[in-house]
């Protein structure tokens, strides 16, 4: 990660790091598969680099000796930054390789990030002109609900929009296959900053909401590369890693995207131009469609990963 990302990462990671271990949870993720994978990407996951999976983990791994024993990596600053891995360098302006665990950001360097049971640890190289922190990523599902972070997985709120009821019965149904019960409230309840909510209406709905807030401001402020414009947020529009509109949606169309604020633990937002669109992104709520997806919109069927034209 490049110097500047860097600083305010380690500034971030120094009021924040205890409360996310120390945070209220339902207890160590034993839920779903145990191993441990790694994947490799860039362009915010357009191209797939390498991956690898590991049933077992010394007591003590941390993300950097898991890569290290896993690909040909390379350092810089003392070894606790990566610089390249498998020949891929992030030294390059504004690209650097940035990593994930369970969909969400690192706080810390990978040097002294811990590995838990079950972790998908994702690692990304692409352009971060318009944020150097995207707090959450969608594409490592059925992750953050099974095993949090730091070996501690919390509690789901489900936060639903009466105007998209069959919408948020599905997402329901989605967490109930994957073992993951969710308390159902009305959108605007306030369900505390310990547990995954997961909230789901039209952008009508949400954009009052805190998480709608963030989407508003662009992804510097959310890390999310789409945003809603016109009378009642009818047009989807979707950004490139420069922030720019790239592709504009009308009706039907739908969005799942993940952001988080501070010590928070992620919101994720199943949103649409409409309740048609909220129902296409509850619909591809699953994890062969949001794998190695930053975020993902949706449209008549057809897939569409976010940001768009991903710089390789």
């Not at 919390?154 to 639903?160: D, F, G, H, I, M």
């Not at 010590?263 to 309740?275: K, Q, R, V, Y």
């Amino acid at each position: 990660m490049v110097p500047r990302a860097r600083t305010a990462l380690a500034a971030l990671a120094a009021a924040v790091a205890l409360p996310l271990l120390a945070g209220c949870g339902l207890g160590p993720g034993g839920h779903g598969p145990t191993n441990v994978t790694v994947t490799v990407t860039r362009g915010f996951g357009a191209t797939p680099v390498a991956s690898a999976t590991r049933s077992r983990v010394p007591g003590s791994e941390t993300v950097m000796r898991m890569l290290e024993r896993s690909f040909h990596v390379s350092t810089r600053y003392g070894g606790g930054f990566v610089e390249s891995i498998g020949g891929l360098s992030g030294t390059a302006a504004r690209r650097d390789w940035f990593y994930y665990v369970n969909g969400v950001q690192a706080t810390l360097g990978a040097a002294g990030t811990g590995v838990h049971r079950g972790d998908r640890v994702w690692w990304d190289l692409h352009d971060w002109t318009a944020t150097d922190s995207i707090p959450a990523v969608v594409g490592s599902f059925p992750e953050p609900f099974l095993h949090g972070t730091g070996g501690r997985r919390w509690p789901t709120t489900l936060a639903c929009a009466t105007d998209t009821a069959p919408a948020c019965a599905k997402v329901a149904s989605e967490l109930k296959a994957i073992g993951v019960p969710a308390a159902t409230q009305t959108i605007g309840s306030a369900s505390g900053t310990d547990s995954i909510a997961v909230v789901v209406g039209t952008w009508r709905d949400v954009r009052g909401e805190l998480a709608g807030t963030l989407i508003a401001h662009g992804p510097a402020a959310s890390g999310i590369y789409a945003r809603f414009a016109g009378p009642d947020g009818g047009t989807l529009e979707l950004l490139d890693p420069a922030g720019r509109v790239a592709r504009s949606l009308g009706a039907g169309a739908g969005l799942i995207a993940a952001t988080s604020q501070s010590s928070a633990a992620p919101t994720w937002l199943i949103i649409g131009t409409d309740p048609a669109g909220v129902g296409a992104a509850a619909a591809a709520l699953t994890a062969s469609r949001l794998r190695d997806h930053f975020a993902l919109a949706v449209q008549d069927g057809r897939d569409m990963p976010v940001p768009l034209k991903a710089a390789s």
